[in-house]
T-cell receptor
């Protein structure tokens, strides 16, 4: 069935280092992949997304890459800062964004930035 | 506030009671989603509307759960005969079909069943 797997479940990096979170999806028709950041007690917030017609997208210190052949996509955070500490969720829309479809979320990665 | 709003923010109810939550999406958004989130887990899909049509409902959702979006604007989620296992954060999100943006979440309603 439709599934998004995410790893690692927890990640601790030194401030200033890079963090990478990886996801795989099952529905090859998926064509839209958002990433959400959720701070403790707050709502998930969309931080970046990528569509299947591009392989990489960057916004300041965060970037996402997509490998449609392997059905993998990743979030990269460079020069990590304490405020990057949060839970990050990847997501995918099976059957494609132009179709009416739900959003499937990964199980989350708790990122901790060590000072 | 032009974001997604949910009401109430917190609800404590006794087991067996019915509860109803409301979600007001971003005004021009025609897609509306309901999710449930428990501690340490990702949002779990419950149901989804495009305009007033409920297009999909999770197979994991029992018949005690029902959602409506009668005029294609706000939505309500009702849980009948609540159980302790229903305790969770209930999140609503909205998006605009065909836009380049994603779905945006409300603050959620935290339900505690005692």
């Amino acid at each position: 069935g439709e599934n998004v797997e995410q790893h690692p479940s927890t990640l601790s990096v030194q401030e200033g280092d890079s963090a990478v979170i990886k996801c795989t999806y099952s529905d090859s028709a998926s064509n839209y992949f958002p990433w959400y950041k959720q701070e403790l007690g707050k709502r998930p917030q969309l931080i970046i997304d990528i569509r299947s017609n591009v392989g990489e997208k960057k916004d300041q210190r965060i970037a996402v890459t997509l490998n449609k052949t392997a059905k993998h996509f990743s979030l990269h955070i460079t020069e990590t800062q304490p405020e990057d500490s949060a839970v990050y969720f990847c997501a995918a829309i099976p059957r494609g964004y132009s179709s009416a479809s739900k959003i499937i979320f990964g199980s989350g990665t708790r990122l901790s930035i060590r000072p | 506030d032009t974001g997604v709003s949910q009401d109430p923010r917190h609800k404590i109810t006794k087991r067996g009671q019915n509860v109803t939550f409301r979600c007001d999406p971003i005004s021009e958004h025609n897609r509306l989603y309901w999710y449930r989130q428990t501690l340490g887990q990702g949002p779990e899909f419950l149901t989804y509307f495009q305009n007033e049509a409920q297009l999909e409902k999770s197979r994991l959702l029992s018949d005690r759960f029902s959602a409506e979006r009668p005029k294609g604007s706000f939505s309500t989620l009702e849980i009948q005969r609540t159980e302790q296992g229903d305790s969770a954060m209930y999140l609503c999100a909205s998006s605009l079909e065909g836009s380049t943006g994603g779905a945006f979440f409300g603050q959620g309603t935290r339900l505690t069943v005692v």
